[in-house]
């Protein structure tokens, strides 16, 4: 048995580079990394089969839930090679897979030698997985192909294996084939990991430098830093400083995860593990930086720190005007663990008071929302997201416009929006769908590749704005799931923009304003328009919606006054029954928003701002 | 202290079960009494006596208070009350005459199918002391009775309330149903138009309740059956309005018209938060703030009348919020209106935007009252809330 008891494995700050291998997992949601990750677990008995759980690594609930990694985890495990019969470290880093986390991925990428990839043999590679595989490859990491699920039924590992090796200039035998459900071909795995992927280099003797991959807070420990020590070491009571900002710390506590984390001496060159140093707030230890001894500090920092930059903005109001303290609590909170959010308070004559937040991309704002509701217990209202103008106006001004609501009103000589390479990966019967899609929305051809026979990569530069606006809902469905998107950022373009206003009995709603180029202004006027029509309930008078640009009306519909509102029957035994609905009427009264007289449910809002499958359910909402 | 004790009485037995209706009766195959719907004159006599019990037991509860009531209506409600034998209804109004004080213009109302009408029939309701008769007509249209799942053949209904007449009953009332699904405009005139047509004093006509639970409820969840837009049968009470009020009818709650001084009391009773007592299986009363129901089924109704006397399922003590919201919520529908003079400015200001687009009588606004204009009427459920919350 190649697993090495734990009490007997090489002792973290005694362990020599030699004897480490440093890799992470790079896989598509859904291609089974957290199975491959708890099967190694299990095999290297760093877990004892009776404490086993499914997804091990991933600690929020929402992680789980959704199948994602959103922080990363570095596992410490122990392993004795099949081949050489020697003993090894392996370190296993997990890195969140979604376009939104590029830069936390390209940081855990840094601190490894060698990467998994890691492909589903049903489904083949997806735009994520190549994205983040060709960080991997500017890293200089060494790439072991792995094709997962090979026990089932629909497995086809030669074509798969013919179109890795084609991207990564290998033969498809030398694609391993496993499976993380049943244990197959893992152990050969583990044992190629020790024999491909390079031993770290670095001088023990040089000033330490560590390189922070990932902050998570902790509300008992405060943040817990996972870092790769570099050169030098690292040990407990060492009067450490972060690079980027010059702050000193004491490192309270050193250790390594495995997978709990354990208290250790410290960690040696090519050691991967975790610092603690009583700090409550993430930024004030941030994913790229270097951490270095505050009296013997580094000459120079390890190479790709970045602030994180939000590209997408959206409006987060409590359902409850009288939560507003509770949303800002909650915002602060998890602001200690989310370094990339940013949020100032915001009001809106629709919606009350809230905060403006800036995410990283959609999935991020997606998970914010879910954490604010689900750990704080609140219910949230979040306008439609939009990304970040650069607005110029006719007597020269320059102005950063995050929020329609800011838009100038007056003359405008020019605005900028964010533009995104995309990527597109899908069978090629979807070729013409895929660029229709994208010309709709102001695509710009790039180029096309074929990966295998049938399946083609497409490029094409986008405004962000439209891929922020439900791109990726049209894509999974006008090609029935199969397409995979990954863009990233590369500049801004001037474009014709111009922003549509809905009026509600001619007032100005400020959380259904947007910014759209001038050919879809009139098609998001009447879209939306229609949409209200359906959402705002008949009431005791006629409700004009209208959209426009400026003072020029580009759309109306109208809500006729309601006509019966009136139970026929009310007698003796209906009293009580009736008094009791009138009860519940006032329970769902709460959950209107006035706008001017009209009354709009929050259901409206939401769905409004939303794409048109969450319709049906605002509706049916609406109606109990 | 004598006070007026309206009574209600229950009779939860119905030959068969109409499609929409989920008031709590029961046909003798839900009683195990096989499918002739004659079964249920064998078990009618002994719940005639539960009720007879339940009435005395009423009694004492009235005289532990140390007042007496007199009783100025009866309302025999179903279910079917005239699939009994006239005798044996009449020895409940009997009972409620030896407990009670009976009021000299003492209203006693029964509810009839027009199918179980005969001369004979009426001469014994009127001879065991009912002075008002109130029968279901619902529609005149034979495919709109159908989609209710009725049985009664209109024609009958002509005949039934014209030889109630000959009989001698001075209070006669018709119920329609307007808004069934598949009636049209014309149907609900020709339905009027009948109703009207024949010698009563009364009119009820209600919009159709789909209700869950019913055949009718699972026909619409199911999409089977589609109900009439909202809109149109808000055009079919605007039609029976005018069409009533041009026929002598007056409003004097928004589902229901009379000649003048016909208005049935007891309904009132129950809009301006009297006190009455119903008797029966699920039978509701209302006593001074305090309001008590009965357990539902025939069977544990009989259990408990035997046991103990005291057939009450369940009770609840209005606070002062819940007696004025039900004052609010009853007596707005109600002709005579409400004062809104005690009411919040807030309030008010927001009954203003009623009064403007007419939905409020602007006279009676003057005068401090809230009264509903025809349109008012049709989103008085909505001004109640505007009023509540």
């Not at chain 1, 440093?22 to 089974?32: E, S, Y």
């Not at chain 1, 817990?224 to 060492?238: F, N």
């Not at chain 1, 994208?438 to 295998?452: N, P």
């Not at chain 2, 007419?358 to 009676?364: N, Q, R, T």
């Amino acid at each position: 048995m190649p697993a090495i008891p734990l009490a007997n494995a090489p002792a973290p700050a005694q362990t020599k580079p030699e004897q480490i291998r440093n890799f992470c997992i790079i896989a598509h949601i859904d291609h089974g990394k957290s199975t491959l990750a708890d099967r190694m677990l299990g095999i290297t008995e760093v877990v004892e089969q009776r404490n086993m759980r499914a997804q091990y690594l991933d600690r929020m609930d929402i992680e789980r839930e959704r199948g994602i990694t959103i922080k990363s985890q570095a596992v410490r495990l122990p392993w004795r090679s099949g081949i050489d019969g020697q003993e090894y470290i392996l370190n296993m880093i997990d890195t969140p897979g979604h376009v939104d986390f590029t830069y936390e991925v390209s940081r855990s990428l840094a601190a490894c030698e060698g990467a998994v990839l890691l492909v589903d043999c049903a489904q083949g590679i997806e735009a994520q997985t190549l994205a983040n595989l060709y960080l991997a490859m500017e890293n200089n990491l060494t790439i072991i192909p792995v094709l997962n699920k090979i026990d089932l039924p629909a497995a086809q590992p030669e074509k798969f294996a013919e179109e890795l090796a084609k991207l990564i200039g290998c033969q498809p035998e030398d694609v391993l084939r496993v499976s993380g459900k049943t244990g197959v071909g893992v152990e050969e795995l583990l044992d190629q990991i020790v024999a491909q992927i390079p031993a770290p280099v670095g001088d023990a003797s040089a000033p330490t430098r560590a390189l922070i991959f990932d902050s998570v807070y902790d509300s008992y420990r405060g943040v817990v830093t996972y870092v790769r020590v570099v050169d030098g070491k690292l040990t407990p009571r060492d009067q450490i400083q972060m690079f980027s900002t010059g702050v000193r710390h004491e490192a309270l506590e050193v250790g390594v995860i495995s997978p709990e984390p354990v208290v250790s001496k410290g960690l040696g060159v090519g050691e991967v593990g975790y610092v603690i140093t009583g700090v409550k707030d993430v930024r004030q230890s941030r994913v790229g930086d270097t951490i270095t001894m505050h009296n013997n500090p580094a000459k120079q920092a390890l190479a790709g720190y970045k602030d994180p930059r939000p590209m997408v903005f959206s409006g987060l109001f409590p359902l409850d005007g009288a939560d507003f303290p509770l949303l800002r609590e909650a915002l602060d909170k998890l602001q200690l663990n989310d370094a990339a959010l940013v949020y100032e308070p915001e009001s809106s004559a629709a919606l009350g008071f809230g905060f403006r937040c800036g995410f990283l991309g959609l999935l991020h704002m997606e998970i914010v929302r879910e954490r604010l509701e689900r750990e704080s217990n609140l219910s949230l209202i979040s306008t439609a997201p939009n990304v970040v103008y650069s607005v110029t106006t006719g007597d020269g001004k320059e102005m950063t416009v995050t929020n329609p609501s800011e838009y100038p009103d007056g003359k405008i000589e020019k605005v900028e929006e964010p533009i995104v390479r995309a990527t597109v990966l899908a069978p090629s019967e979807f070729i013409g769908t895929i660029m229709e899609l994208c010309q709709e929305r102001r695509g710009i051809l790039l180029g096309m590749d074929y990966l295998s026979e049938d399946r083609v990569e497409i490029r094409y530069t986008l405004p962000l704005a439209e891929i922020v606006f439900d791109f990726f809902d049209q894509l999974k469905s006008r090609t029935r799931g199969y397409a995979s998107l990954d863009y990233e950022p590369v500049g801004e373009a001037e474009a014709d923009l111009v922003k549509v206003d809905i009026l509600l009995q001619g007032e100005k709603v400020d959380a259904f304003s947007a910014i759209v180029h001038k050919d879809k202004a009139y098609a998001y006027g009447t879209m939306m328009t229609g949409k209200l029509r359906e959402l705002i309930p008949r009431q005791q008078f006629e409700i004009p919606i209208q959209a426009a640009i400026g003072g020029r009306i580009i759309a109306r519909e109208s809500i006729r006054a309601i006509r019966k509102d009136v139970l026929a029957k009310c007698y003796g035994g209906d009293i009580s029954r009736k008094r009791k609905l009138l009860e519940k009427q006032k329970e769902g009264k709460k959950r209107m928003k006035m706008v001017g007289r009209v009354e709009v449910p929050q259901e409206a809002f939401v769905a409004a701002l939303t794409t048109d499958a969450d319709i049906d359910k605002a509706k049916a909402k609406a109606k109990e | 202290m004598i006070t007026d004790l309206a009574f209600y009485v229950h009779i939860p037995y119905c030959a068969r079960r109409c499609g929409y209706c989920d008031f709590n009766t029961y046909t003798p195959t839900e009683l195990s009494l096989g499918s002739d719907p004659a079964a249920i004159s064998t078990i009618s006599h002994s719940y005639i006596d539960l009720l007879l019990q339940e009435i005395s037991h009423a009694q004492r509860v009235v005289e532990e208070t140390g007042s007496s009531a007199r009783v100025p209506t009866i309302f025999f409600g179903g279910g079917t009350p005239t699939l009994l034998d006239a005798s044996d209804l009449g020895r409940v109004i009997t009972q409620i005459q030896s407990g009670f004080e009976l009021a000299p213009d003492c209203e006693i109302t029964i509810e009839a199918n027009p199918d179980t009408i005969t001369p004979e029939k009426l001469d014994d309701l009127l001879d065991a002391g009912f002075n008002r008769i109130s029968f279901g007509m619902q529609s005149a249209a034979p495919h709109v009775l159908a989609a209710l799942d009725r049985t009664h053949n209109p024609d009958n209904v002509e005949r039934s309330v014209k030889l109630a007449q000959q009989a001698g009953f001075k209070e006669l009332s018709v119920d329609l149903i307007y808004g069934t699904p598949g009636e049209s405009m014309a149907d609900w005139e020709q339905s009027v138009d009948l109703a009207l047509s024949l010698p009563i004093t009364h009119i009820s006509a209600y919009a159709l309740i789909v209700e869950s639970g019913t055949k009718l409820g699972a026909q619409v969840k199911r999409g089977e059956v589609v109900m009439p837009d909202d809109d149109q049968t808000a055009d079919k009470y605007l039609l029976a309005d005018e069409k009533f009020n041009a026929a002598g009818f007056d409003w004097y709650e928004l589902s229901n018209w009379a000649k003048p001084g016909s208005e049935c009391r007891h309904n009132i009773t129950y809009w301006q938060g009297g006190d009455w007592w119903g008797a029966g299986p699920g039978a509701h009363s209302h006593i001074q703030g305090r309001r008590f129901w009965n357990v539902k089924h025939p069977t544990a109704y009989g259990q408990r009348i035997l046991a103990s006397g005291n057939p009450m399922a369940d009770e609840e003590i209005l606070d002062s919020t819940a007696q004025q919201s039900e004052r609010v919520m009853l007596e707005l529908r109600m002709r005579s209106g409400i004062s809104y003079e005690n009411f919040d400015a807030k309030v008010i200001e927001g009954l203003g935007e009623y009064l403007r687009e007419g939905y409020l009588v602007s006279e009676a606004w003057q005068r401090g009252r809230l009264v509903l204009t025809q349109s008012g009427r049709l989103i008085a459920d909505r001004i109640v809330r505007q009023i509540l919350f």
